[in-house]
T-cell receptor, first 112, second 112 residues
Framework: DQQVKQNSPSLSVQEGRISILNCDYT??????FLWYKKYPAEGPTFLIS?????DKNEDGRFTVFLNKSAKHLSLHIVPSQPGDSAVYFC???????????FGTGTRLLVSP | KAGVTQTPRYLIKTRGQQVTLSCSPI?????VSWYQQTPGQGLQFLFE???????NKGNFPGRFSGRQFSNSRSEMNVSTLELGDSALYLC???????????FGQGTRLTVV
């Protein structure tokens, strides 16, 4: 039972353009969402998070949008840079369950 | 501030053996979680410890176990290793279960 889904296994974008990574979830008890970036042979690095009381959170080039009614969140990277090429995981957690549930990841490739 | 440290980084074991992996969290962090990453499966939650108590457990067989010590360091043990246990095992620490988790670089376990 995949409660957090990233339906696009890969995404290719040109340098300078916007990258949009999508994530859907099924459990309405989730109220805290996070994005992580992972390079090969390294652990995931925390990028940005959003609480369910918000619908948008920005941090520099990264913005996360949350649509609770659609149970959908997205990560926007503007402008995209070659160093952003990595696997991006979204994760969700509920206050009752607390454990982080991860999606299967989207591999982003930003070409010069 | 030192990050999450996992030892060893790489390990090769034979089927039927057992293995113990170690995780030292960020100083001051009391929550430690363990994840298994295999190709195409994303990060699968194993267990979470907070103040030496297991708070959550994922859907893994009893061969997978863990513990947390009074200094918040954690170990996970896998007994009777199977070929399918080959994976990257990631440890994450957080101040408490409701704050963002920071990952170590992982231990790459290969079972032959």
């Amino acid at each position: 039972d995949q409660q957090v889904k990233q339906n696009s296994p890969s995404l290719s974008v040109q340098e300078g353009r916007i990258s949009i990574l999508n994530c859907d979830y099924t459990n309405s008890m989730f109220d805290y969402f996070l994005w992580y970036k992972k390079y090969p042979a390294e652990g995931p690095t925390f990028l940005i998070s959003i609480s369910s009381i918000k619908d948008k959170n920005e941090d520099g080039r990264f913005t996360v949008f949350l649509n609770k009614s659609a149970k959908h969140l997205s990560l926007h990277i503007v402008p995209s840079q070659p160093g952003d090429s990595a696997v991006y995981f979204c994760a969700a957690r509920g206050t009752r369950f607390q454990k982080l549930v991860f999606g299967t990841g989207t591999r982003l490739l930003v070409s010069p | 501030k030192a990050g999450v440290t996992q030892t060893p980084r790489y390990l090769i074991k034979t089927r039927g053996q057992q293995v113990t992996l170690s995780c030292s969290p960020i100083s001051g962090h009391r929550s430690v979680s363990w994840y298994q990453q295999t190709p195409g499966q994303g990060l699968q939650f194993l267990f979470e410890y907070f103040s030496e108590t297991q708070r959550n457990k994922g859907n893994f067989p009893g061969r997978f176990s863990g513990r947390q010590f009074s200094n918040s360091r954690s170990e996970m043990n896998v007994s009777t290793l199977e070929l399918g246990d080959s994976a990257l095992y990631l440890c994450a620490s957080s101040f408490d279960p409701n704050t963002e988790a920071f990952f170590g670089q992982g231990t790459r376990l290969t079972v032959v």
